[in-house]
């Protein structure tokens, strides 16, 4: 990865990496590998700041949850290992739609 710099779900998605998440409860130690460009999606239509400065080591990580317990994300890391998390963005171009007009409306 050398000096490229992840501090936004936006530089995921820019430099194609997966976004990794790990549980922040100590005991479920649950792991996920998220599409970053369904996560850029899903917080664009949620309005979510999506500016440089909003770094994933601060609030950025409060949006996203364990699909196991529901805790918090502990940590984010870039990661090449295929998505694991298929079921909690829409599946095609009309979920996107309908959740668009959902949050809109």
Avoid: Y
């Avoid at 609030?59 to 295929?82: I, V």
């Amino acid at each position: 990865m050398g000096s490229k710099r992840f501090i936004s779900v936006a530089d995921f998605a820019r430099h194609g990496m997966n976004i990794h998440l790990s549980c922040r409860n100590g005991h479920c130690h649950h792991t996920g590998v998220v599409d970053p460009h369904d996560a850029w999606m899903w917080f664009r239509l949620h309005r979510f700041q999506l500016s440089l400065d909003f770094c994933l080591g601060g609030s950025a990580l409060d949006h996203f949850r364990c699909t196991r317990c529901g805790a918090r994300a502990g940590s984010a890391r870039p990661t090449e290992n295929a998505v694991t998390v298929l079921d909690f963005f829409p599946a095609d171009e009309r979920g996107w739609k309908m959740l668009q007009r959902r949050l809109r409306g």
